[in-house]
């Protein structure tokens, strides 16, 4: 064990225990938006930061490692102001409607001013943010905030991807990575502001290394990943998560046990997740478990349920 200062509290945590398991431990709470248990940090998204004593500058509790003797500040106005301006740098530029709850709460909390850097750019067109060179900036109008605003990623009857909600958090590139899947199919392009999730040379998905495990929806923070059932209910304005049920199952194609939880609305499966502190699946599925549930509502017939026509739409192939 190791003890530490936190917020003049004493504490002591586990060796090789991080800043923000030690202030989890004893209730402390810090926002994350990057960081996940399953995940190996990447010190990203920088709403974690705290402070601590004799440091030059703020560090990222996700990754910090607790120390003999530390003295940390975790709600210090060096602390608010920075988490305030990390808030009003991401809402100028990212689509956040569909991201947790919380970021709302984090906004009144740290009286972050959404509207600071004035109204948004004119969303770029289809192809042209991914075509931009590593390096190269358009010079700003001075009138309007630039986001990363364009058209969504609809190549495939599985996910779509949904770029303007964006925060480049990491963490769907590191699930189809080194910490889950080991597949590699995204990673990050560009520099700066240019930055972006991409595939291979900008590749469909389908002509890509993705295997459509889908471990990255399940842990993308902000709607920028999405089923493609769910996104073609809430453009035809039919998703209602109040109506909906989840039933937690063992996956049925193989004997590895996977634990699934069905999300279910209408009497339909409109999604598959799997629950993070599963010892076999950590939340992550195939492509069988996470997709493959029509055999259980055959579509085939549909009925006079609204429902029933979008997702027998979503599930056609791209361009039928």
């Keep these: 064990m190791v003890g530490l200062t936190i917020d003049g509290a004493p504490v002591k945590a586990p060796a090789g225990a991080t800043l923000l398991e030690a202030c989890r431990q004893v209730g402390t709470e810090i926002p994350t938006l990057c960081y996940l248990p399953t995940l190996t940090p990447v010190n990203v998204c920088r709403i974690c930061v705290v402070e601590v004593e004799r440091n030059r500058t703020l560090v990222p509790a996700c990754s910090r490692v607790a120390e003999e003797g530390m003295v940390v500040a975790t709600d210090s106005e060096r602390v608010r102001h920075s988490r305030k301006m990390v808030l009003e740098f991401l809402d100028s ?10 970021i709302e709460d984090w906004v009144d909390r740290y009286g972050a001013d959404t509207a600071r850097y004035g109204p948004l750019s004119a969303p770029a067109a289809a192809g042209e943010r991914d075509g931009r060179k590593p390096g190269h900036h358009h010079p700003p109008d001075g009138a309007t905030a630039e986001g990363v605003h364009q058209p969504t990623k609809v190549d495939n009857s599985l996910y779509v991807r949904e770029y303007s909600r964006c925060i480049l958090c990491y963490k769907c590139v590191e699930a189809c990575g080194i910490d889950a899947q080991g597949t590699y199919a995204i990673a990050v392009a560009g520099r700066g502001f240019d930055a972006r999730i991409s595939t291979e040379m900008d590749l469909p998905l389908g002509d890509s290394a993705c295997v459509f495990c889908g471990n990255c929806i399940a842990v993308c923070p902000t709607g920028a990943l999405m089923f493609r059932s769910e996104w073609e209910l809430r453009r035809a304005d039919l998703w209602d998560p109040e109506k909906q049920a989840v039933t937690r199952t063992v996956c049925s194609y193989c004997g590895v046990g996977c634990n699934l939880e069905l999300h ?15 010892e076999v699946t950590n939340g992550n599925l195939c492509i069988k478990g996470r997709f493959g549930y029509d055999y259980v509502q055959n579509l085939g017939d549909v009925e006079q349920d609204p429902i029933d026509e979008v997702l027998k739409a979503a599930r056609r192939p791209v361009g039928e």
């Design 93 to 102: 530029s990212v689509d956040l409607s569909l991201a947790d709850d919380e």
């Design 264 to 278: 279910t609305q209408d009497n339909r499966i409109v999604k598959v997740t799997s629950p993070q502190d599963h």
